[in-house]
């Protein structure tokens, strides 16, 4: 019995978790929103999320063997980004866009920076790379109807919210939270977005501090300047960027007060996007902000470890 | 005790009585079972050994000596591999064929504190929950050191591990008299501490500490509850300042298995010889053995009716911080509870790249953050490693436990902590 044993370090056991389970259930949780987007804006939107899934897989595909790396052919992680990407567009933009975006997420997002490595949120930074290469393909919106109309944040902005209030009426916040609205794909319905969340939640995928400190970050700034608050959390991409972009793994801080300070400039950076820029949305802007800070806040984050005490200035960068 | 993992108890022995087995034909005694110095040999080759006679011994404070099992001969002397270390010395003792009887149980034995302490040494008692550290250093606390709180350690929270429960339920009383010992030796409160799920272990010593004082606390089934710091928070929320023992915050934590050693020592005059031990995972008949220090584990998995298919790890410990073996020649140690054995098919997936979950952190007991030192051991920023507190690690494993990437982070955390002691010790 010499020599055919195998000598390995401790511990010898693992819990049932792997990153492709964790991947999955993200892109499941991500399916009430598609659902959402598909049943309002039609066969327009399967095109687009099809279209950008397939994209996503063959550029992973294809980048594996180009970087001899081993994780398989079929990877969730790519899927995930994917659908990302192709719930933040408008419904109606080309094929060719979305093709191009994916294989950016893909290609400059996630493989140029090394897998597992990269700073930027790969389905938002796409999503500003065709915004600012295409324009008018990112900014043209309709509604589920397909009249072409501005969403309620860009109505906001150029009338003011007494438009918004005009034009909707009572039903502005049934809207909001069903997705009968102009807007990208998967950010109009925010119940989906939430059924979704709480998949996340519920098998502890992600955690709280993000999402929250983020949402009331947006609702305090959002009261303080005296706009309308429950508008505000439930408009625009807040909730998707909220629950499924901000709580990245890889380009969130991994510390717990690092995550809460993330949040909160996230929550800080939309609000002042919101109310004092030119633009009518700044989730995208913000969030992707906040990644490019994350390692910073990371390094000032570290915790206390069991048995020092708080006097003591114990973690040098 | 905050965060730590819950993986499958997998009691698979639980309640299995102690069994005596053949004494093997060999026994390999090796001259580091304990930390602090290790032991000179006092027997030469082909020399005549009585069963209790000293056979190794060193004169430094910090260690223990040790003692034949059997009557036999000293085969030779040898450097031969070692569970949890390096190669080391090693007495190879043939036993003579025969049957031992257990010494006489002497209840009327008087002893005081300090004799008491010198018997424990004489004894060759260690730490037997693992780390072997030498009891009477323990028990002997330094002026100025007051001690108010004696802690008996029977959580077990490896999973697979049942000797120590099962040594509770059969030995309590034996255990109660053992801890009279030490609260005789140090005058302190005593708590035990188990795991809320050995029911049976909890009410044996109930039953047995009727007539004492001692608090018997029942402790959440998590691991790892039964790590030193992680019980003393648990049960008095004591917290050992980084880079203490116990005894800096007025405690003493002694293991189950230590304590009935004690009583053994002191009411038969028994040295460690013999200790409980689970034989367990992947062999035909698991179960709690009781065997001869030195007895090869291959000895003992056919004692537990041999492999069951082909193994593939076999670990000196549990799952969690089990040593696996470069081959199941060597022999059984006094820190050694247990010995697991794993198929091909309970194999530790591959590892794939970090997804930066932050898993780690949520299960690290020590408030670390294990992803970080791991990074940085990977680069090998071994500073950067220390900084981050890579020598506060007590490892555990929780982290590689949660790892969905399947990282041998703290493998890595390892490779940064000897790096450190290296540098350390140049200086």
Excluded at chain 1, 6 to 24: C, D, E, F, L, Y
Excluded at chain 2, 205 to 217: G, P
């Amino acid at each position: 019995m010499k020599n055919n044993l195998q000598v390995r370090n401790a511990p010898h056991v693992t819990s049932g978790w792997t990153s492709q389970k964790i991947m999955r259930l993200v892109f499941f949780a991500l399916l009430p929103a598609a659902i959402s987007g598909i049943y309002h804006f039609g066969l327009s939107a399967v095109g687009i999320i099809l279209t950008c899934l397939a994209a996503s897989w063959i550029t992973d595909v294809v980048l594996q063997k180009v970087t001899n790396s081993t994780h398989g052919w079929f990877n969730w992680s790519s899927l995930v980004t994917g659908m990302l990407f192709a719930l933040v567009l408008p419904p109606t933009v080309p094929p060719w866009v979305a093709i191009i975006g994916s294989v950016f997420a893909i290609s400059i997002g996630k493989y140029a920076f090394g897998k597992g490595n990269n700073i930027f949120n790969p389905a938002l930074i796409a999503r500003t790379f065709v915004a600012v290469s295409f324009p008018a393909f990112l900014a043209k919106w309709i509604t589920p109807d397909g009249v072409t109309s501005a969403t309620p944040l860009t109505l906001m902005k150029l009338e003011g919210y007494s438009a918004v209030t005009q034009q909707y009426g009572s039903t502005l916040y049934n809207v909001l939270l069903s997705g009968d609205i102009g807007g990208c794909i998967g950010e109009t319905s925010a119940i989906a977005i939430l059924l979704g969340a709480a998949i996340l939640f519920i098998f502890g995928v992600i955690e709280w501090r993000i999402p929250t400190f983020y949402l009331v970050t947006v609702a305090v700034f959002s009261a303080m300047v005296g706009r309308d608050v429950i508008f505000d959390l439930l408009a625009g991409g807040l909730m998707l960027g909220a629950f499924f972009m901000a709580t990245d793994y890889v380009t969130s801080p991994i510390t717990y007060k690092g995550k809460i300070i993330f949040a909160m400039g996230c929550g800080l950076l939309t609000m002042l996007f919101r109310v004092y820029s030119n633009l009518p949305e700044g989730v995208s802007y913000a969030i992707l902000l906040m990644n490019a800070a994350a390692p910073l806040i990371e390094r000032y984050t570290k915790p206390r470890p069991f048995g020092w005490k708080p006097d003591k200035k114990v973690i040098k960068t | 005790m905050k965060r730590g993992v819950h993986p499958l108890t997998n009691k698979i022995t639980e309640g299995s009585e102690i069994r005596d087995i053949k004494i093997p034909d060999k026994l390999y005694i090796y001259m580091s079972q304990h930390i602090g110095a290790e032991c000179k040999p006092l027997v030469k080759k082909g020399e005549k050994v009585e069963r209790f006679q000293k056979i190794g011994e060193s004169d430094q404070y910090v260690s223990t000596p040790l003692h034949s099992p059997v009557d036999g001969t000293v085969e030779d002397i040898i450097k031969h591999e070692h569970p949890v270390g390096h190669e080391c010395d090693c007495i190879v003792i043939r036993p003579d064929k025969k049957k031992y009887e257990e010494p006489t149980t002497n209840d009327a034995v008087k002893y005081n504190g300090k004799d008491a302490l010198n018997i424990i040494r004489d004894m060759g008692i260690v730490g037997l929950g693992g780390a072997m550290f030498p009891t009477h250093v323990k028990l002997s606390p330094p002026e100025g050191k007051k001690i108010d709180t004696i802690i008996i350690n029977g959580a077990e929270c490896e999973p697979y591990l049942t000797a120590d429960s099962q040594l509770m339920i059969e030995h309590a009383k034996e255990i109660v008299k053992g801890i009279e010992i030490i609260h005789d030796i140090i005058d302190a409160q005593v708590i035990i501490g188990i795991e809320d799920n050995k029911k049976k272990s909890i009410k044996a010593l109930q039953e047995a500490v009727s007539e004492h004082d001692y608090l018997i606390k029942a402790l959440p089934v998590k691991y790892p509850q039964g790590a030193e710091k992680a019980l003393i928070k648990s049960l008095t929320g004591r917290i050992v300042p980084a880079g203490g023992l116990p005894m800096d915050i007025g405690v003493v934590v002694c293991n189950v298995g230590t304590v009935f050693s004690i009583y053994e020592a002191i009411y038969k005059q028994k040295p460690i010889v013999e200790r409980v031990v689970t034989v367990t995972g992947d062999v035909k008949k698991p179960g709690n053995f009781r065997t001869m220090l030195g007895t090869t584990f291959n000895h003992l998995v056919k004692a537990a009716g041999g492999y069951a298919g082909k193994p593939n790890v076999v670990m000196c410990g549990g799952p969690m911080m089990g040593i696996a073996q470069k081959t199941d020649a060597v022999g059984l140690i006094k820190g050694n509870n247990g010995i697991l054995v794993f198929n091909e098919d309970r194999k530790f997936p591959d590892s794939t790249d970090c997804i930066r979950c932050g898993k780690c952190i949520d299960v690290c007991p020590m408030n670390l953050v294990p992803k970080i030192i791991a990074t940085y051991s990977k680069n090998k920023k071994f500073d950067l490693a220390a900084d981050n507190h890579a020598m506060d690690c007590f490892e555990c494993g929780c982290c590689n436990y949660a790892c969905p990437s399947k990282i041998d982070i703290l493998g890595l955390i390892k490779q940064s902590k000897a790096e450190i002691r290296r540098k350390k010790d140049e200086k």
